[in-house]
């Protein structure tokens, strides 16, 4: 399974951005597509997760501000990103789980205030 991201970039605290990631290869192996972030000197840590059938799981730092989404036609999860703050900023790895699991490569979430 391989994970292709785009998004992420730049904007001032209040200010949204949307993740994409695209999952390619073995996709009828994965269940669970999602998101983390590791900030500077933090431990990775989870952001939310979607599965299959569309259960959700959201860190608390980021419920009522994110929204994650799945279409599963495409293979693709997505990440809405709103009310940003400073302390978001990090680099975000998609995440992809079934009988293995598998990251993206990072990227860049910066938020300025």
């Known amino acids: 399974v391989q994970l292709q991201a785009s998004g992420g970039g730049s904007v001032q605290a209040g200010g949204s951005l949307r993740l994409s990631c695209a999952a390619s290869?073995?996709?009828?192996?994965?269940?669970?597509l999602g998101w983390f972030r590791q900030a500077p000197g933090n431990q990775r840590e989870l952001v939310a997760v979607i599965t299959r059938d569309g259960n959700i799981n959201y860190a608390d730092s980021v419920k009522g501000r994110f929204t994650i989404s799945r279409d599963n036609a495409k293979s693709t999860v997505y990440l809405q990103m709103n009310s940003l703050k400073p302390e978001d900023t990090a680099v975000y790895y998609c995440?992809?789980?079934?009988?293995?699991?598998?990251w993206g490569q990072g990227t860049q979430v910066t938020v300025s205030s």
């Open positions: 995440h992809a789980a079934g009988a293995e699991m598998y």
């Open positions: 290869g073995n996709i009828l192996s994965i269940n669970t």
